[in-house]
C-alpha cells in the first residue's frame, strides 16, 4: 500500500486531485495546511491518501518518502497496510454501540464497560427485568475492584455473587419424626401442580431415608382425568388418597390423614384472571383456617415476567407463602425468574425440569438457577 500527497491552494481542490488520480479506491489518510500568506508564502494544503494499486500513473501526486542514508541518499516509498488497523476500529465501535442502553428502557445515564458487555447481553437475552439490570449494573461498576475488570471469570464469578444475594431460597428442612405439614399447591391450569406433588409425595416417601408418611387430597374434581391421573400415582407408590368435592368435606379427609407427616393438597387449576375459582380455594381454606397450611404457588418458567407478575398479583389472594417453578426444560431464558423472586420477596421451594416422576425434581438452589442463568440452558445435576 503506498502513502501519497497531493498539494492544493485549498483542501477541496488538493482533494480532487487525489479523487482524479485514484479514484475511490484511496483512503485520505490526513488533510492540514502546510504553508500560509500569512507568512510571506501562497496557502497550500497537502492530503495524504493510501492506495494499494501501484501500477497507477500519477500526474499530480508523489509518493511519502524517507531518507534510509545520509550520505547515498536513496527516495524509498513507504508502505502502510491500514486494513488492520481499520478491523480494529471498526471492532471498537461495535463494541461501544454494545454498551448502549436500549433507548426504550429510559436509562440513559449509565454506560456499560467493555468487560461487563457480554454480561450485558447475557442479562438482556434473559430477559432480566430492565430495572433491576440496571441496578445490578450500576452497583457492580462502582463496586468491582479494578484489578478484577480484567479477568472474565471473576467478572462472572462477581456477577454469580450478586445474583446469589437476590435470589430468595427455602431451604429443604425434612420434618423429624412426630412433626406434620400440610402444603397445598395453587396455580393456573396447565402448569404442572400434579406431576409436582408426585414427585414431592414419592420423594418424602422413599427418597430422604426416612420414610415418611405422606397422603394426597386432591380438590380438582372439574378437570377430566385430574383424579385418575392421581390415582394412579398414588397407587404404584402406596399412598392414601383423598378426593374432596365440597369445603366442608376437607376437615374430615384432613382427619382421615391425622397420621401423617406430609400432606399434599392439589387444586383446580383456572386462568389468573378467573377471580371466581381463586375464591372458592378460599372457601377450602377457610374451612380449616386453625390448620397451618402452607400455600405454594406453582409457575411455568417459560412465560413473560410480566405474565408472572398477572399470575402473582391474582393468586396473591391466597396469602402465598413460597415458589415452586415448573418446565425449566422448556425455556432458555431464566432472568424472568429470578426478578419475579426477588420482586414479590417469596422464597423458592423446588425446580421441576421434566415430566419424569420422581426423577425431575430439584430442591431450590441459587446456584443451579444461576447456571442455568449463566448458560441458557437447564443443566440438569
Not at 24 to 52: F, H, N, P, Q
Not at 81 to 103: C, G, H, N, S, Y
Not at 168 to 188: A, D, F, S, T
Not at 240 to 249: A, F, G, S, T, W
Request: hydrophobic share 40%; aromatic share 8%.
Amino acid at each position: 500500500m503506498n502513502m501519497l500527497s497531493f498539494l492544493g491552494e485549498t483542501p477541496t481542490i488538493a482533494l480532487r486531485k487525489a479523487q482524479d488520480e485514484c479514484g475511490e479506491d484511496a483512503i485520505v489518510i490526513s488533510t492540514k495546511k502546510i504553508s500560509s500568506v500569512r507568512d510571506g508564502k501562497k496557502d497550500m494544503y497537502e492530503v495524504i491518501v493510501a492506495l494499494e494499486d501501484d501500477a497507477k500513473e500519477l500526474k499530480y501526486a508523489k509518493k511519502v518518502v524517507s531518507q534510509t542514508d545520509s550520505k547515498n541518499p536513496r527516495v524509498e516509498a513507504k508502505f502502510y497496510d491500514f486494513r488492520e488497523e481499520i478491523l480494529k476500529m471498526q471492532d471498537a465501535i461495535m463494541q461501544v454501540q454494545k454498551t448502549l442502553w436500549d433507548p426504550k428502557s429510559q436509562l440513559y445515564d449509565l454506560t456499560i464497560p467493555p468487560e461487563f458487555v457480554d454480561i450485558y447481553n447475557l442479562f438482556e437475552d434473559n430477559e432480566f427485568d430492565q430495572e433491576m439490570t440496571y441496578t445490578i449494573m450500576k452497583k457492580t461498576i462502582k463496586q468491582l475492584p479494578v484489578a478484577l475488570k480484567s479477568n472474565p471469570k471473576k467478572v462472572n464469578n462477581f456477577f454469580k455473587l450478586i445474583l446469589r444475594r437476590i435470589i430468595p431460597i427455602k431451604q429443604e428442612v425434612p420434618l423429624r419424626k412426630h412433626q406434620r405439614k400440610i402444603v397445598m399447591m395453587v396455580g393456573p391450569t396447565g402448569v404442572g401442580k400434579t406431576t409436582t406433588i408426585a414427585k414431592l409425595a414419592a420423594r418424602y416417601a422413599y427418597k430422604l431415608g426416612q420414610n415418611y408418611k405422606v397422603g394426597i387430597v386432591t380438590l380438582d374434581s372439574f378437570r377430566v382425568g385430574a383424579i385418575e391421573q392421581l390415582q394412579a400415582y398414588t397407587n404404584i407408590m402406596r399412598l392414601p388418597l383423598e378426593v374432596v368435592k365440597k369445603p366442608e368435606d376437607l376437615v374430615e379427609a384432613l382427619l382421615r390423614l391425622k397420621d401423617c407427616n406430609y400432606i399434599f393438597i392439589d387444586t383446580a387449576g383456572s386462568s389468573q384472571y378467573d377471580v371466581d375459582k381463586i375464591e372458592m380455594i378460599n372457601e377450602y381454606q377457610e374451612r380449616v383456617s386453625e390448620l397451618p397450611i402452607e400455600k405454594v404457588l406453582v409457575l411455568p418458567a417459560n412465560v413473560k415476567h410480566s405474565d408472572l407478575i398477572e399470575i402473582y398479583a391474582n393468586y396473591s389472594r391466597l396469602n402465598i407463602d413460597f415458589l415452586t417453578f415448573t418446565k425449566l426444560d422448556e425455556t432458555k431464558s431464566f432472568g424472568n425468574l429470578i426478578s419475579f423472586a426477588h420482586k414479590t420477596k417469596k422464597s423458592i421451594t423446588y425446580f421441576s425440569i421434566g415430566q419424569n416422576v420422581p426423577d425431575d425434581l430439584i430442591v431450590s438452589d441459587s446456584s443451579f438457577l444461576i447456571d442455568c442463568f449463566m448458560n441458557n440452558s437447564c443443566i440438569r445435576k
